[in-house]
């Protein structure tokens, strides 16, 4: 099965901390300060900027998102899985499914024979098991449950393997991970997939106030009306769940790092990656960078995709709100957790769609 990794090491200061996040291998919301090489089915299938179908003016619901003291958006969601008491969980876009200490599972869970094992940046391991198990939302604004029980990956041991300190690879404040992505990593599905009617038709999320941050479960022309859309291929495979996988990596973003570029390359929009990273074909790091890949204060970073997105970030040194990687190479960027400040985005699961719209 597919490794997970943790996207930093161990921290050792304050603004390392912030960026830490416990992050699955292969889901690219890992940044380029661990050195890991993502090995991601590249799509690109770009179909520009595209009129929006009809909506549904239907059920939905909203749901709070929590503050993460690593992180720079808030990206905790409280679940109960399998009719347990509520565990926040690490909400992040860029990787499918859920993974939770088995302590926080409730007694309606369907333990399997199929083991786990996942390895971390640091070298922290866990093990666990595959179950099967309904999930709700405790902190919905409605009702939001799953129609039937899903597969999820339950963790029973933490150990240590070389060189790891310590096992912490949990963020601080979580219990698991809910990975809400479309592309069906490891077979597992985003959980909203199996949510009844409307509700199952894809969500938004807005952490652009980060005192009012939640997730809006089951798109309608009330919450996705005005976005801007763009289309992404559909995936070559289904979930272990039966339900349908997008290619979410698919839509190309150019980067210009002050008159360095554009390089483009494809981008994920991962909630669970602190930093923006992305690849300059023959740049050194250290040049505007320090030793770990951190833009350094006093440039410019523009992102462009298409005419939906333009976004200038300035460095200014500060990870809470403008942490960007540059490497010299990787397959895929991030958009990461400075997007999300900037821009709410919604994930259309029926038409393969991703929306943008906006702060301002």
């Not at 912030?18 to 292969?26: H, L, V």
């Not at 890991?36 to 690109?44: I, K, N, W």
């Not at 929590?66 to 958006?73: C, E, L, M, R, V």
């Not at 030793?291 to 460095?315: C, F, K, R």
Request: charged share 15%; glycine share 12%; hydrophobic share 40%.
């Amino acid at each position: 099965m597919t490794a997970f990794r943790e996207a930093a090491e161990t921290p050792s200061d304050e603004n390392t901390a912030r960026r830490q996040t416990w992050t699955r291998g292969f889901a690219a919301t890992e940044t380029a300060k661990a050195g890991l090489a993502a090995s991601l089915l590249l799509a690109a299938c770009i179909f520009g900027t595209v009129a929006s179908p009809a909506l549904a003016d239907e059920n939905t619901v909203n749901i709070p998102l929590g503050q993460d003291a690593q992180a720079s958006i808030p990206n905790l969601i409280n679940v109960s899985i399998g009719d347990g008491k509520p565990a926040a969980l690490v909400f992040d876009t860029g990787s499918s499914g859920i993974r939770v200490m088995e302590q926080m599972v409730g007694p309606n869970v369907r333990k399997t024979d199929q083991k786990i094992r996942g390895t971390y940046a640091n070298g922290t391991v866990v093990d666990g098991y595959v179950a099967y198990a309904d999930i709700s939302f405790p902190d919905a604004s409605g009702p939001a449950r799953t129609t039937r029980p899903i597969a999820i990956e339950v963790i029973t041991h933490v150990s240590c393997g070389a060189p790891a300190a310590n096992c912490s690879a949990l963020p601080l404040g979580s219990v698991g991970y809910f990975g809400a992505d479309y592309r069906g990593e490891d077979g597992l599905s985003n959980p909203f997939q199996a949510l009844e009617g409307n509700l199952s038709s894809g969500f938004v999320v807005d952490a652009t106030d980060s005192q009012n941050a939640f997730v809006a479960v089951g798109l309608t022309r009330g919450n996705a009306g005005s976005f801007d859309f763009m289309r992404v291929g559909a995936g070559a495979r289904t979930t272990v769940d039966g339900f349908p996988t997008w290619q979410t990596d698919g839509i190309e973003a150019c980067y210009t790092l002050d008159t360095m570029g554009p390089a483009c390359q494809p981008v994920l929009f991962g909630t669970g990656s602190p930093a923006m990273t992305f690849a300059l074909p023959g740049y050194e790091i250290g040049y505007f960078t320090d030793p770990i890949g951190d833009l350094m204060p006093g440039h410019t970073v523009t992102m462009q995709i298409g005419n939906a997105i333009s976004l200038s970030l300035e460095s200014t040194g500060d990870l809470r709100t403008d942490d960007i990687v540059v490497s010299s190479s990787g397959p895929v960027s991030n958009a990461g957790m400075p997007f999300f400040q900037r821009y709410a985005v919604a994930f259309d699961a029926r038409e393969g769609r991703i929306g943008f719209q906006d702060a301002d």
